[in-house]
T-cell receptor
């Protein structure tokens, strides 16, 4: 089955700096890669996703890049703000099979220092 | 509108007691539904998924079971809880057509289960 590795486990940045979180996946057939933000005690919320036919996607201060050959994808947050502090999870799935279930990375705790 | 409901929000149960967590989805039909568990400070582990009524696939051997008695209802159960069953349980559903707008997975608000 799919295995997703996520790094780093914790990341501390100064407000206004950029943050990068990286994930690798094992199943070359995976074709959907979402990123979720989870605040303490809350449900994970989708912040951005990318499909395997796209190399990069951007939404305001958030961007995701995908390298299918190397089987890795990254989340980039620019101009970080204190409210970006949370745990971020990457995930991968095959959307061409009946299972279609997300496999998650272990999470990155991002702390933005004001 | 399409929404997902999950309850209860918190639950404290003694070891050996039964468990029933419920998840319902509104505004859609024949959704793929999922149960995930999140241990404290950890990632999300897929427990069960269902592609239709009565169709349950288990991802990991465990003390839990799942059922889907109706199209938009997904239930997580246990006959006898263990201490290791403590965690944050999240129901999720997949929505939207593959590759189309509005596609993705949305989580319920979660149930925090503490087994004592």
């Amino acid at each position: 089955g799919e295995n997703v590795e996520q790094h780093p486990s914790t990341l501390s940045v100064q407000e206004g700096d950029s943050a990068v979180i990286k994930c690798t996946y094992s199943d070359s057939a995976s074709n959907y890669f979402p990123w979720y933000k989870q605040e303490l005690g809350k449900r994970p919320q989708l912040i951005i996703d990318i499909r395997s036919n796209v190399g990069e996607k951007k939404d305001q201060r958030i961007a995701v890049t995908l390298n299918k050959t190397a089987k890795h994808f990254s989340l980039h947050i620019t101009e970080t703000q204190p409210e970006d502090s949370a745990v971020y999870f990457c995930a991968a799935s095959r959307e061409d099979t009946g299972r279609r279930a997300l496999t998650f990375g272990s999470g990155t705790r991002l702390q933005v220092q004001p | 509108s399409q929404t997902i409901h999950q309850w209860p929000a918190t639950l404290v149960q003694p070891v050996g007691s039964p468990l029933s967590l419920e998840c319902t989805v509104e505004g859609t039909s024949n959704p793929n539904l999922y149960w995930y568990r999140q241990a404290a400070g950890r990632g999300l582990q897929l427990l069960f998924y269902s592609v239709g009524i009565g169709q349950i696939s288990s991802e990991v051997p465990q003390n839990l079971s799942a059922s889907r008695p109706q199209d938009r209802q997904f239930i997580l159960s246990s006959k006898k809880l263990l201490l290791s069953d403590s965690g944050f349980y999240l129901c999720a559903w997949r929505h939207g057509g593959t590759g189309g707008p509005g596609y993705g997975y949305t989580f319920g608000s979660g149930t925090r289960l503490t087994v004592v």
